[in-house]
C-alpha cells in the first residue's frame, strides 16, 4: 500500500462552469491517526451538484471552502488503521471523507457510518446515501404524494430525479420525467416505468408537458430552476407541491438568475413551493435505507450509476454532472 | 326611493395603472325579483386589489369579467324588496352586489350572508368581511405564528396587512410593518403596537429589515411581490414561512413581472413560500368572525378605513388602491 496520498485541493472559486483549473492535485503523505481517531482508504467517492456552491465562497447551509482546501465529497472505504476501537481495522465506513485517498476520521465527525460487510459501495453512495434520502425525504415528506397524484421531475435521470420517480411510481403516481436526451428518457420509460418522458433539448417543453399531464400537475420535483420551474408553475393544480430539491442551471450562472416568474401562481393554485436540506433528517435516514434496500430486493426500485475509473478523474466527472454526460449517480472508484 | 340603478361597468381592460375610462358609467333601471329573489339596495361598496385581476382576460379563481359587464364588487346593504322569505325585507346583507345601486340576488348565489341588525358596514366590509378572514387565515393557517417568531409584513397599512400584523401581535410575535409614509409607519407603530415600521420610498429597505429583524425573520406576510418579496427571501430564518397574500406591485404592470431571484433561499433555509385563496376557508368564517369581533371588544383589534362618500367616486377610490392612498379599508358610501 502506498503512502502517497493523492489529493485534489480547490485551486480557484469557479467562474461559471467548473473547470480543471479550480482543481489544484497534489501528492501529501498517508495520515497517521492519533488517539480516538482512524484512517480510511477511500474507494468510491461521490460527486453531487452541491459541491457548486462549497467552491464558492458563500453563505449557506454548509461552510464554504477556503482556497487550498481538500475538496470536500463523501466516499466509501475501509478502515486500515485504527485507534478508536469502535471502528477497527476492516470496518467498511461511509462519510465525508474528501477528494483525497486518505482521510483521518476523527469519533465525532458527523455522517460517518458503519455500512454491513458486502455492501455495495455504489448503492452505499447513491440510492442509500445523501442522494437516495434527498429523493425519499424531498417527495414523501416535502410532495406528500397521494395516489393518482401527477408528478413531474426535472433532473429526472440523474441521481436524485431518478429515485424520486420511482418512489413516486410505488406510491400509485403517473410520473413524467424531463431528461437531457432520448437515450435517458427511454431509460425512464423503458427501465424506470415512467409513464412519460421529455427530453428538454430538443422538445417544446411547455407543450410536451401539456400533453403528458393534460390536467395539470400535482408534484413538481424540482432538481433544475430555471426555465422548467416556470413552465412547471404555470401548469401546476389547486394545492400542488413544488419541492425544491436542487437548481442545477444556476449552479453554474456567473450573475444573477432571474427567479420563477410565474410565482405567483401558488396563489391562484393555493399551493406551496418548499425547500429542505436532507441532513435535518438525519435521524429518520436508517429507517429509509431498510424501506429502500426492501424496494431494491423486490426489483421496484433501480439505481443507475456513472462510475469513472481513476482518481484523476475526480475534476471532470463533476463537470459531468453540469453538463449532462451523467445517467443516474456519478461517482469515481479511486483505485 | 329613486328607479334609477347607477352602474359601473367595465368598458375597457385596463392597461398598466387603472383609468377612470376603463370604467363606463351608465343609468339602468331598478331591477325587480323574481320568485325566489330578492333586491338589494348596496349602502357600501368595497374595493380591493383583487378587482385589477378581474378586469383583465386572465384565468384565474374567479372567471374575469367581461367588456361591459357591471364591475364586480363587495358590499353591504339592505334588501328593499324580497320574494325570498330566508331575505325579508329590511334584512341587512353581505355580498358581492357589484358597482351598483341595486343588486338581483338569487337565493343560490354564493358569498350572501345576513348580517346582525346594527352591524357596523364599515367592520362588515372590513375586518369582518373578505379582507379581514384573508388575513386572519393567511397568517394563521399559512403563517402559523409561534410566540417569539419575527413577522415582516408588507403592505402593513392596507387593509389586510394591518389585520395581520395586528393579530401576530396577539400570538406573541415581534411585528415589523413596510408602508409608503411616515404616516402609516407612526399609525402601525402608535396606534397598532407594531414594534417596528419601515416607510419603503425613503429608507434602504434591507438595511432596515437588518435593524429590525437582527435574527432574521419567521414570517414574511407578502402584499407587495416584487422588490420586496426578494429582499424579505434574502432574510429568512431556518423554516421559515412566506404567506403570499397579494402581489401589488405586480398587478399593474404592463410586462411580464421579474419574479423573486432569491427564491432559492428557500433551500437553504429549508423554508416555504405558499399561496391561498381565502374562500377556501368559508365554512370556518363565522367562527373566525366571532373570534375577530372579541378582539375588537377587548380593542385587541384596529381596523381602520377609508370611506369615500359618493357612489362616483368608485373608480378613483378603486385607483387609490395602486397609488397607496389608502390607510387601512378602502369603501364608497354610496348614497
Redesign the interface.
Known sequence: MTTTNRQFRLAARPQGLVKESDFRYEEAEKPVAADGEFVVKTEYISLDPSMRGQMENRA??VAPLEIGDVMRAGGVGHVIESRNPDYPEGTLVAGTFGMQDYAVVTADMPRVRRLPDGTDPVLALGVLGTTGMTAYFGLLDIGEPTPGDVVLVSGAAGATGSIAGQIAKLKGCRVVGIAGSDDKCNWLLDELGFDGAINYKTADIGAEIDRLCPTGIDIYFDNV?GEIL?LALDRIRDNARVV????IS?YNATG??????????????????????VL?YADKFEAAGREMSQWIADGALKQQATVKDGFKLLPSALIDLFTGANTGKMMVKTS
Open positions: 449557506d447551509y430552476g416556470d425544491l430539491c436542487g437548481g444556476r444573477p438568475v432571474p427567479g420563477p416568474v410565474n410565482y405567483f401562481n401558488l396563489v391562484f393554485r393555493r399551493a406551496r413551493m418548499e425547500g429542505f436540506i435535518d
